[in-house]
């Protein structure tokens, strides 16, 4: 298997590439709940932990981070630049690369972590597989690749039970790209298995586009022709395939 989630975390291992691929830390989060009253203890020190615990666990010698490391979307305060750089300077002695494509939240990003492979939205290419945030259209790189990873939507899914309370959880959604729509409407000739993996958010105070209640045609990166989310296959962060999207469509 080339792609396996690690069961209980949002976290991927790409054995290929040795790498652990993760999506939206949000780091300083708490300082948006504590304007609004709300005191919660801070989590980058606990997922940092998991993150070296990862690395030691699948022996990965590259981490790949998907954007939105910060949460503030204007320029970071000292304290927020301070905390940012102590994360990545002590991740950094556990892996021997970590690449950061920058999400929307990202600004200046490159000037707190001058040090670190950072690329823009559209992201990179590393073999044959794709990285970008996911707020904005891939570049035309995706298409010859055979697999597309991103974040940005941090997906969920709304599960009612019959007592109708209602749950809802993070996901992975993994589905294929249509090659015959991209090759007719971009005029491309050979292009890859094109596989996407769409990662659910690293950090778990943050919240879900719910899938199967939200409307999500306005989050989405790629054109609804190129791709059908309702063939989406779902899968738990146990790693468990609850089914295709349009069956939780009607739940």
């Not at 949000?26 to 989590?43: A, D, S, T």
């Not at 707020?135 to 009612?160: M, N, T, V, W």
């Not at 990166?221 to 989406?232: R, T």
Request: glycine share 6%; net charge positive; charged share 30%.
């Amino acid at each position: 298997m080339k792609v396996k989630f690690l069961k209980g975390y949002p976290a991927c291992y790409v054995k290929p590439l040795n790498s652990l691929v993760i999506s939206d830390l949000h780091l300083g989060i708490e300082e948006e709940y504590r304007e609004k009253g709300v005191n919660i203890k801070p989590v980058h020190e606990k997922m940092k932990k998991t993150l070296i615990e990862l690395a030691q666990k699948t022996k990965a010698n590259k981490l790949i981070v998907l954007g939105d490391v910060k949460h503030s979307i204007g320029i970071a305060t000292y304290k927020e630049e301070k905390f940012i750089r102590s994360f990545f300077l002590d991740l950094k002695k556990h892996f021997e690369d970590i690449f950061i494509v920058k999400g929307n939240h990202d600004g200046k990003l490159e000037n707190i972590l001058p040090e670190f492979k950072i690329f823009d939205q559209k992201g990179f290419v590393l073999s044959k597989y794709y990285f970008f945030h996911g707020s904005s259209s891939p570049d035309l790189r995706a298409y010859f690749c055979d697999i597309i990873f991103c974040g940005h939507l941090q997906p969920g899914i709304e599960i009612k039970d019959e007592m109708g309370y209602t749950r809802r959880i993070r996901v992975w959604v993994k589905s294929k790209l249509n090659k015959q729509k991209i090759k007719d409407a971009l005029r491309l000739r050979k292009l890859g298995n094109l596989e996407i993996i769409i990662l659910p958010a690293f950090n778990s105070l943050l919240g879900s586009l719910v899938l199967n209640r939200d409307s999500i045609e306005n989050f989405f990166f790629v054109s609804k022709d190129f791709l059908d989310l309702n063939e989406a296959e779902i899968y738990s962060l146990d790693g468990i395939y609850l089914g295709k999207l349009k069956h939780f469509l009607s739940i």
